[in-house]
């Protein structure tokens, strides 16, 4: 038998419940989970998914002027004309799916 050592980490409960309620629906147990994450970091030399600084802060509504709240507006509307957009059912249905919701 393969020995283990343990590790000890502080997470958020809600993080942590929303983590458990994922791997419980793949079968994965925490600890395996956590497992494959660190060979990973191993196998990548690095952490094995892209971290970086956002390029745009999210918009603050309360902070915008209100010509940088217009502006974003039509970008919105503009957007919504050129069809690049969705239905909140169908952003419902996608999450529900997804992440089971």
């Known amino acids: 038998m393969q020995r283990t050592s343990s590790v000890y980490a502080r997470v958020e409960p809600e993080i942590k419940e929303q ?10 147990p925490m600890s395996n989970a956590i497992g494959l994450f660190l060979r990973q970091i191993i196998i990548q030399r690095g952490i094995p998914f892209e971290m970086k600084l956002p390029t745009r802060k999210p918009l603050a509504i309360g902070a915008m002027t209100a010509e940088e709240l ?6 919105g509307y503009a957007s919504s004309l050129a069809g690049r957009s969705r239905s909140l059912a169908d952003v419902v249905a996608d999450m529900q799916r997804d ?3």
């Open 70 to 75: 217009n502006a974003e507006l039509e970008k």
């Open 19 to 28: 983590a458990e309620q994922v791997l419980n629906k793949l079968g994965i």
């Open 99 to 101: 992440y089971g919701i």
